[in-house]
């Protein structure tokens, strides 16, 4: 067979492209690369840029993103506070790695070393956020007084206890910041707030109403003061103004002076005739006059 | 000739056997699934290959043991009046014959129980796992793959090669799956860099494609098994290999295709199209195309579009590219792919996502928005109330605890990214985090605030404090945003007990009614008193006229009666008493006793009689 050269030479330019391919690597700006030579971690690279290492199986090289993870807790915790009430919390987290070294051994083993790294952090975190939250009463969380909440000192609290114990088992990464993204109440004590704040606006409701009434009562009070004022003050003026009227008619009295007898007579004979406006059953005998004539009176008379 | 046969034979089968078991070790450790599936072929490949050789050594033995007999009979003559030609005097040609009758069908059966089996395994492994698994070590499988596959084509075709020669056809089975493995190992190459190049999918589909691919030869073994049976035996013609898969060397050798098709062509245009000279050179040159498609397609890549609205970073090895990195929207030139890289990002498009309640998309079409009824879906935050002496007192010291009420939120947050270095260098999803402290402010926010003051005038001072408070944040971060607005367009209290609130403002409304009501009273007594009062006062006025000119009539008429009173008294009076009388009785009921015995008592009945006429009254009997 006839050998082409341009066919074998660009089959040999193939396989040293191959061969390269299996012997250089890239490490981007975000990525921190860690180097293993027969499983053991022999090299970490922080820089960006190209590197060259043995071909697999003998060396192999791991990528991790060193830029700074968020991740939220992956559950809505409940924890009591220092006063006995049931707070629900939800905390994120920016953590990034610090010794890839010392990261990569402990999270190898899990095809998402970065995800298993979190669970860690999430367990580590509900410890931490338990013990913190149990030192601070409700009033650090929610306060709407001048001082307001202590939201920042409490995050700082966490942040800490956290940071202390990563140190102290170089895990190779760090916590750089920590956050509350949610607070709650349990469900049942949900329904309480909500009872709670229907207690209030019916409070409200209920000054509304009764301020109401108490208002209409002054003003109707008020006004029947006012009214019976007015009309005591014109009872009294009538009666002056008749007092004035009697005292006029008794100055003609005097002319009855000349016969009191008579006017005694003609006074009680007005009486008699007013008395005797109403329905009135009358009954007379003989002796009274005019019927004394049903006794021949009149006859008698009329003989003499 | 024979030795390089059975050389390039073995050859074949250690090819098979290392690419097998070093292509599946890689697949495992780069969880390529397409990659295990078609290693599974270099599998079977190899034991057809280690069958097809040692058949090949029996037909060789076979043929030694024919020219032997040939230089025996043919120095000796034919001295025996007898000549033997007992199976047992071709004790290789026996052998050949029942590993052929035996063996070979044994095997095939064989290779149709791992075919079969192969098959529905990784049907049932693929249909357990995710369509987008992650292919790791995607560089070191790739390398990998595309030198097996090189290796494994130049071995390929060079056996392919020799087995058109019909005395070594024995290679063609191997050669077959030789070649098939080096397109197979290509092709797994261009799954993992589909993968790589933000296709994840491309690895799964293409695992399922070769798994379909190993039920169909399966089928076609079983077939073949079935066709033997009844396949005439026709003396001197030599047989296909039973466990020989068409289909495979139809995979492994797709130039039978081009010559098919160019027959077919021939055939329907009338003349030789195989013969024209553009056939003839597409035909020699097709490698030689396809590898100057692969550098076009390669230097493709040294040009990049960035469009209107985005900015790219550029990346050299991984390292930002200094004095370069940002590119602005237009073309620019690069090195090729994977020496540099750029990588997309929507820079002046304002984002935005929202904190607390998402918008219920069943209802967007309504018009009305009313706190009654629910309009998203609620997710209630904590708000603080200023303690009015109602919270209650905790454990602790007897300090008293500020009451919590609840609200629905729904605050939309727009930003623009004003640094992108920062933006993707910073921070791993800047999206995610951006959210999270837009979240944590507006907590920390309503938590301090009071639920009364920020549902009226509060409003628009805490939508500039949140504002600030998250941009704070971002730029703490250094995540290179900018935030454009944040918005309290929802804040209401939770559906609950927002009818609560409502009544509160109609008990307002009650309260304004019942003192309006009152004032109209007061107006109506006032007024009323007043003319009253007026009434009585001139009534009085009339009624001391009335006196005083009774008592002065009275006076005068008396002036005159004292004189006709003088003229006769006893006369007078009685007159005056008879008129008067006559007067005052006129309408009154009268009874005079008319009798001397005055002892009798009489009783008069006195009482009131009913009208006759009302005795015939009859009362209607009652409507059932």
């Known amino acids: 067979m006839k050998r082409n050269p341009l066919t074998i030479g660009i089959g040999i330019l193939l396989i040293i492209i191959f061969a390269l391919w299996l012997c250089v690597f890239q490490v981007r700006q975000s990525e921190v690369a860690v180097v293993t030579t027969f499983g053991k971690v022999t090299r970490s690279i922080t820089e960006p840029g190209a590197y060259l290492k043995a071909p697999w199986p003998i060396q192999s090289d791991h990528h991790l993103d060193q830029r700074v993870q968020n991740f939220e807790e992956s559950k809505f915790t409940e924890g009591l506070t220092k006063d006995g009430f049931n707070l629900l919390t939800s905390v994120y987290v920016g953590w990034r790695i610090t010794d890839p070294k010392a990261f990569f051994p402990k999270y190898a083993v899990s095809a998402t070393p970065m995800v298993e790294a979190e669970r860690g952090l999430e367990r580590l975190l509900g410890n931490a956020k338990t013990a913190v939250i149990g030192r601070h009463p409700l009033g650090a969380f929610i306060s709407a007084a001048d001082g307001g909440n202590q939201f920042v000192e409490i995050e700082k609290q966490i942040l800490e206890a956290i940071k202390t114990e990563l140190k102290a088992n170089n895990y190779g990464l760090d916590i750089d910041f920590l956050g509350f993204k949610r607070l709650g109440l349990p469900e049942s004590v949900t329904q309480n707030v909500f009872e709670r704040m229907t207690s209030e606006r019916q409070l409200l409701i209920n000054r509304s109403q009764f301020e109401g009434e108490a208002e209409a009562l002054k003003i109707r009070s008020e006004a029947d003061r006012k009214a019976a004022e007015q009309l005591s003050a014109a009872e009294a003026k009538a009666r002056e103004i008749r007092g004035k009227g009697e005292a006029e008619a008794a100055k003609s009295l005097s002319v009855f002076q000349q016969n009191p007898e008579l006017a005694n007579f003609i006074f009680r004979l007005e009486a008699l005739e007013s008395s005797l406006k109403d329905r009135s059953t009358l009954v007379f005998d003989q002796s009274t006059p005019p019927f004394d004539l049903f006794r021949g009176a009149s006859t008698n008379l009329l003989r003499k | ?624």
């Open chain 2, 1 to 624: 000739m024979e030795r390089d046969t059975k050389r390039n034979g073995a050859l074949n089968l250690c090819a098979l056997l290392l690419a097998g078991v070093a292509g599946y070790a890689v697949a495992r450790y780069a969880n390529s699934l397409a990659g295990q599936v078609g290693m599974v072929f270099v599998g079977v490949g190899m034991l057809v290959a280690a069958v097809s050789w040692f058949q090949m050594r029996l037909e060789d033995r076979e043929r030694l043991e024919r020219l032997e007999f040939d230089e025996l009979t043919k120095g000796k003559g034919a001295s025996a009046l007898f000549e033997s030609k007992d199976a047992e005097a071709f004790p290789a040609q026996r052998s050949r014959e029942q590993f052929e009758r035996f063996f070979v069908p044994v095997f095939t059966v064989f290779l149709l129980l791992i075919q079969g089996g192969a098959a529905w395994f990784f049907h049932r492994l693929l249909s357990q796992v995710a369509l987008d698994t992650r292919v790791t070590q995607a560089t070191m499988a790739l390398s990998l793959f595309a030198v097996f596959a090189l290796i494994l084509f130049i071995l390929g075709k060079f056996s392919a090669t020799m087995a058109r020669m019909g005395e070594f056809r024995l290679l063609r089975p191997g050669a077959s799956y030789v070649l098939l493995g080096a397109y197979l190992c290509f092709a797994i190459t261009m799954g993992i860099v589909g993968v790589a190049a933000g296709f994840p999918k491309a690895d799964f589909y293409l695992a399922y494609g070769l798994c379909v691919l190993l039920g169909l030869v399966a089928v076609e073994t079983v077939i073949s098994l079935v066709l033997e049976i009844y396949r005439p035996r026709i003396k001197g013609k030599v047989g296909r290999p039973l466990y020989e898969s068409r289909l495979v060397g139809l995979l492994g050798q797709p130039e039978g295709l081009i010559t098919t098709a160019a027959q077919a062509l021939d055939y329907q245009f009338g003349f030789k199209v195989s013969d024209t000279w553009f056939y003839r050179f597409f035909e020699k040159a097709l490698g030689w195309l396809v590898l100057l498609q692969a550098v076009i397609l390669l230097l493709s890549t040294c040009l990049v579009v960035i469009d209107a609205g985005e900015q790219g970073l550029l990346e050299r090895f991984g390292k930002p590219v200094a004095g370069n990195t940002l590119l602005e929207p237009g073309a620019h030139l690069k090195m090729p792919w994977p020496i540099d890289r750029v990588y997309r990002y929507r820079t002046e498009q304002i984002q935005s996502f929202t904190v607390g309640s998402t918008p219920d998309p069943s209802k967007e079409k309504e018009r009305l928005v009313l706190w009654t009824v629910s309009h998203t879906k609620e997710e209630n935050f904590l708000v603080a109330s200023r303690d009015q002496g109602y919270g209650t007192t905790n454990r602790a010291g007897g300090k008293r605890t500020p009451p919590v009420s609840l609200l629905v939120v729904s605050i939309p947050v727009q930003y623009q990214i004003t640094n992108l270095v920062a933006w993707a260098y910073n921070n791993e999803d800047a999206d995610s985090l951006l959210q999270d402290i837009a979240t944590r402010e507006v907590v920390r926010f309503l938590a301090g605030a009071d639920l009364g003051d920020l549902m009226t005038s509060g409003r628009l001072e805490a939508s500039q404090t949140l504002l600030e408070r998250i941009q704070e944040g971002a730029e703490v971060r250094k995540m290179g945003a900018k935030v454009i607005s944040v918005g309290l367009q929802d804040l209401h209290p939770p559906v609950k007990v927002a009818p609560d609130f409502e009544k509160v403002i109609g008990a307002l409304q009650t309260k304004q009614a019942k003192i309006l009501a009152a004032k109209a009273d007061d107006i109506k007594t006032n007024a009323l008193a007043e003319a009253f009062a007026f009434a009585m006062v001139n009534s009085s006025e009339a009624e001391r006229v009335a006196r005083e000119l009774e008592a002065l009539s009275q006076a005068s008429l008396f002036q005159n009666q004292v004189p006709a009173f003088q003229a006769a008294p006893s006369v007078y009076a009685q007159r005056a008493f008879l008129q008067t009388f006559a007067r005052a009785t006129a309408g009154a009921r009268k009874y005079v006793l008319l009798t001397t015995n005055t002892h009798d008592v009489l009783t008069f009945d006195l009482q009131e009689k009913i009208r006759a006429d009302l005795y015939d009254l009859t009362v209607p009997a009652p409507k059932k």
